[in-house]
């Protein structure tokens, strides 16, 4: 597999993940600061839009952190990291793999454009009920499906380790404490340490 990621984005998600996994892969860094590294054909056959992350495995190609989270996990059943077809906890999962990517994320740009909000109309409803629901899905925790890390604590986990870097989690002991439990993790770690090198 080949992860093409740039530091200080959202391929780190993609990092996590796969350093979760544990399955050899290369990691390509691309500076999508730079336009020419941007039009690097090799990296644009596998994410259109030239956005990291992109994943290349074999003849699949996958250019969202999202999509990449969830085929890894389904892919590499061994590593445990997603609940298997048909398993009482399959559904939640895939509610939460998503939420990051639909909710979180369009209901933060919304709020810090100032946007108009319509949260009838607007499938991530608004800020202020994408962080409720949030916390509401990891009031028994430790992770969203409870005793058990998933593919959706990577997206959710990020997601909250980025608020959090922004300074929109300070009232939100609940979500930090979430975000402090996935900063512990030795593959969380590894992630970051690659970003520093
Ligand atoms: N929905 C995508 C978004 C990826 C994305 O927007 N990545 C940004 C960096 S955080 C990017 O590559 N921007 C470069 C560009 O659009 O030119 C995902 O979650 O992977």
């Known amino acids: ?42 990296f644009r056959a596998v994410s259109p839009m030239g956005k990291v992350p992109a994943l290349e495995d074999g ?3 996958l250019w969202d952190s999202g999509a990449i989270c969830a085929y890894l ?8 990291l997603a609940p298997a077809i048909g398993a009482a906890d399959r559904g939640r999962y895939l509610q939460w793999l998503l939420y990051t990517n639909s909710v979180i994320e369009p209901a933060m740009a919304e709020k810090f454009s100032k946007a108009p ?13 994408m962080l409720e629901v949030l916390r509401a ?16 604590d990577v997206m959710l986990g ?25 900063r512990t993790r030795p593959a969380f770690q590894r992630a970051l340490a690659f970003e520093e090198s």
């Open 137 to 152: 899905g990891l009031a028994e925790g430790p992770w969203i499906l409870g005793a058990r890390f998933s593919a959706a």
């Open 1 to 42: 597999m080949k992860l093409y990621w740039c530091p200080k984005t959202r391929a780190l998600r993609a990092l996590w993940m796969l350093e979760e996994l544990g399955e050899p892969y290369e990691r390509v860094r691309i500076d999508i600061r730079d336009p020419a590294a941007k039009a690097n054909p090799a």
């Open 117 to 129: 909000v319509s949260a009838l109309a607007h499938g991530w409803g608004s800020y202020e009920q």
């Open 73 to 80: 996990a389904d892919q590499y059943p061994r590593s445990g």
């Open 59 to 61: 003849a699949t190609r």
């Open 158 to 182: 990020m997601a909250c380790h980025f608020m959090q870097q922004f300074k929109l989690l300070d009232a939100e002991p609940q979500l930090t404490g979430y975000a402090d439990r996935c």
